[in-house]
């Protein structure tokens, strides 16, 4: 159970831990609360119990401030919320509301701490407490990280619970009733006679009240949602075609954008314009920050024109050569180039000397989001208010970004957060947004829709990181005796938050995540990350360092214990000494038959990895048809603590391996004379449907912390695959994509 203790009308508990209206931080409680940002608007008859629960004449409106791309992440919200307010899916709306610090992620710092997610002692516990009390201080209202849950887990359910509190004692005043004999059910306050009243007929009553905010959340053995397969709120919007995503957006007196920026990632020397104005439909060609827009009547002759437009670029910052990249990072395994050293078990240099080493040197390229869904974005700027309506992950960057921009305060700049089609961390960036306000500013009071075309957003990707690892290791007496790991690629953190302003001072953490925090006893372990120097601009993409470092660190783990001629199954569960990860292990084991015969053609790799705090283990299973590979099935089993929704995470781990298998097999950017070859889905493949395997999942519940799915499935999937096609032919794949080394069916 779960209490917290009186606070100001006007404010409210945004923390996980339940202590009076803030944070729990160890030696140090960070108690001011936030206020409620939906009171500042509220229409005569509207109510604002919570930050997250408004009821007016026509109904129930939840505010779920965590953007949706996708991943279900409205309908995991709005679940919570009405699993303690007592409403259905049916009855409720949803929306992702205003930027506002009171909706800041309360998770985020369990992601940026240096601690191994199984680190639950005092020095680790006080430092994820300072990291969140920062957060809150910033107001970081981000959607990333596999956060999502985590931070509405409880949070959310209190808020249903206060709303569902308040609406008893609405309903107590209106009747004379004594609140202990009310109960609530379907959106309305049961009286002991038989009689109910709507919460929408409770909503003025309840408005003039103090929130109760002394309340007990409710046993799980009780829950009528959380835990149970749902029918997602927006399925069947998605199913017939009419969900609206943000490029749908359509207003009057709308002008449509397209633009060429550097292709290079860097200035533009000068622009001639003459034939793209004289083309059918443009309105106007307007420069901007390192590049030119074309306005127009529609976006397809707005990219048309945009196209005809004659540009000399300036060269990269950056080497203009892929094998440039390559040497940058295999020059940066080097004392001076060493950013972190967070594991170094045991004495590994002693271990190595005078030992046969195995060594090994694996690659993972530069990789584009390719959201299926076109990045664009609409705003509008006048004197006063600038509107922004486009799919973020980050709508206070946003806000802060677009009022520099146009000289504005941040409270006069509304971001409307569409629903996204995909973003894989792209829409953690605001380029779009910051493009759309110069031609904004422009041309005030008119609408400007600016959309990129397939090939500008994969020129202009902030692609993941480019990385490589080295390893070297002793095998002895059957086990593995030393593991030495090192990983070099360009700093995740610094790229991205350096388009943000913001410093980052320290190790980067994503350079060694996947590989440092495993929950492994090897006598002799070290893991070593490798600052390189700064290429090409990189951002987050789906598990960040993660989605690097998993393959990387599982597939030569998986080459040592093959050396020492042991079971990959067994001898992970040997090493493994957290037992949640070793359940994942087991289930997985169990899922796919591990160590039943197979087919003399067939081959099964397993992989483990602990990002984003879920141990997540995966077995695939491949079939060798003479020298051309077959993906056939794969199992997975992850240790989340709680399924919300099975359905919908059974789902998104489906998905995810089929991202995440589809990049590993096909896809890379590469760089030439300083920019992108890739322009389209057409050289830049993923999954294809006829190569899709069959996937089994099962999400383990023995954790004791709720955890987010939306990544920690990508880690492993690509070791599993190295894994199996070892199995099958005997060649170990250490780089990607692996089609430059095996045919895929």
């Known amino acids: 159970m779960s209490r917290i203790g009186k606070i100001a009308r006007r404010s409210f508990l945004v923390g996980s831990a339940a202590i009076a209206g803030g944070v729990a931080f160890g030696y140090y409680a960070y108690k001011r609360p936030v206020s409620n940002p939906l009171l500042a608007d509220l229409a005569d008859g509207e109510a604002a119990l919570t930050p997250y629960v408004k009821i007016d004449a026509t109904g129930i409106t939840l ?3 965590r953007a949706d791309s996708g991943q279900g992440a409205y309908h995991v919200q709005a679940a919570l919320i009405a699993e303690e307010l ?52 910033m107001g970081l209202q981000i959607t990333g990280g596999s956060t999502t849950v985590p931070d ?40 002991s006679g038989g009689g109910q009243l709507s919460y929408v007929e409770l909503a003025d009553t309840a408005a003039a009240l103090d929130p109760v905010n002394d309340v007990t959340l409710r046993d799980p053995s009780t829950w009528r949602l959380v835990g149970k397969e ?95 990249h390559w040497h940058a990072l295999s020059d940066s395994f080097n004392a001076d180039q060493q950013d972190s050293r967070f594991r170094d078990d045991g004495n590994v240099d002693a271990a190595l000397e005078g030992a046969e080493v195995i060594e090994a040197e694996y690659r993972a390229p530069y990789l584009a989001h390719a959201p299926l869904e076109p990045i664009s974005a609409v705003v509008k700027v006048t004197d006063d208010r ?58 005030k009071g ?68 996947g590989a440092w925090e495993q929950p492994l006893e090897i006598p002799n372990y070290r893991v070593t990350g490798y600052r390189a120097p700064e290429l090409a601009p990189i951002s987050s993409w789906r598990a960040v360092g993660a989605s690097t470092n998993g393959f990387f660190h599982d597939v030569f783990l998986d080459e040592l214990i093959l050396a020492a001629g042991a079971d990959p199954m067994e001898e992970r569960l040997r090493l493994c000494w957290h037992d949640p990860s070793r359940k994942t292990l087991e289930a997985v084991a169990e899922m796919s038959g591990w160590g039943n015969d197979i087919a003399p053609n067939k081959g099964r790799g397993v992989a483990f990895c602990m990002s984003f705090g879920v141990p997540t283990a995966e077995v695939v299973e491949v079939t060798n048809l003479d020298g051309a590979i077959k993906i056939d099935r794969v199992w997975v089993a992850a240790e989340v603590g709680r399924v919300i929704d099975p359905i919908n995470f059974e789902n998104m781990v489906q998905g995810g391996i089929n991202w995440a298998l589809g990049h590993a097999m096909n896809s890379e950017i590469t760089i030439s004379d300083g920019m992108a070859e890739q322009r389209n889905y057409y050289d830049f493949e993923g999954m294809r449907m006829a190569q899709a395997p069959e996937i089994f999942v099962q999400g383990l519940e023995n954790g004791d912390t709720v955890r987010g799915m939306g990544e920690p499935m990508v880690p492993p999937a690509a070791a599993a695959l190295s894994n199996a096609i070892f199995a099958a032919t005997g060649q170990r794949v250490r780089d990607m994509p692996m089609v430059k080394h095996i045919d895929f069916v």
């Open 63 to 65: 505010i779920t401030p």
């Open 86 to 137: 007592d409403v259905e899916l049916d009855q409720i709306r949803v929306d992702p509301g205003m930027p506002d610090p009171a909706y800041y992620n309360t998770a985020l710092s369990a992601e940026a701490a240096p601690f191994r997610s199984t680190d639950d002692g005092p020095v680790a516990d006080t430092t994820r407490g300072i990291m969140d009390a920062m957060m809150k201080f």
């Open 152 to 191: 509405s887990f409880e949070k959310l359910r209190l808020a249903g619970a206060v709303a569902r509190e308040t609406l008893k004692a609405a309903a107590a005043q209106q009747t004379g009733a004594n609140v202990a004999d009310l109960r609530t059910e379907n959106g309305a306050v049961i009286l």
């Open 230 to 324: 749902m029918e997602r709120i927006d399925i069947i919007a998605k199913s017939t075609g009419t969900q609206r995503y943000g490029i749908d957006l359509e207003m009057k007196d709308m002008v449509h954008a397209s633009v060429r920026t550097s292709p290079r990632r860097g200035a533009m020397n000068s622009f001639d314009a003459t034939a793209a104005r004289d083309m059918r439909g443009v309105l106007d060609v307007v420069e901007i920050s390192d590049g030119v827009a074309v306005i127009a009547d529609n976006t397809w002759r707005a990219i048309r024109a945009v196209n005809a437009v004659a540009i000399d670029w300036a060269p990269a910052s950056y080497p203009a050569e892929q094998a440039e």
């Open 386 to 443: 600038a509107d922004v309506w486009t799919g973020t992950q980050i709508p206070r960057f946003v806000q802060n970004n677009v009022a520099n921009l146009t000289g504005l305060d941040a409270d006069q700049v509304f971001v409307h957060v569409q629903v996204m089609g995909g973003s894989f961390g792209h829409r953690l960036e605001d380029r779009v947004v910051r493009e759309a306000t110069e031609i904004a500013t422009q041309i």
């Open 446 to 513: 008119t609408p400007v829709k600016l959309t990129y075309s397939r090939e500008e957003d994969t020129l202009q990707n902030d692609t993941r990181q480019i990385a490589m690892a080295r390893g070297r290791g002793v095998v002895k007496d059957g086990k593995v005796h030393a593991y030495d790991l090192g990983i070099a690629m360009p700093s995740v953190i610094a790229s991205q938050m350096g388009r943000q302003g913001l410093p980052t001072p320290g190790p980067d953490l994503q350079i060694v995540a």
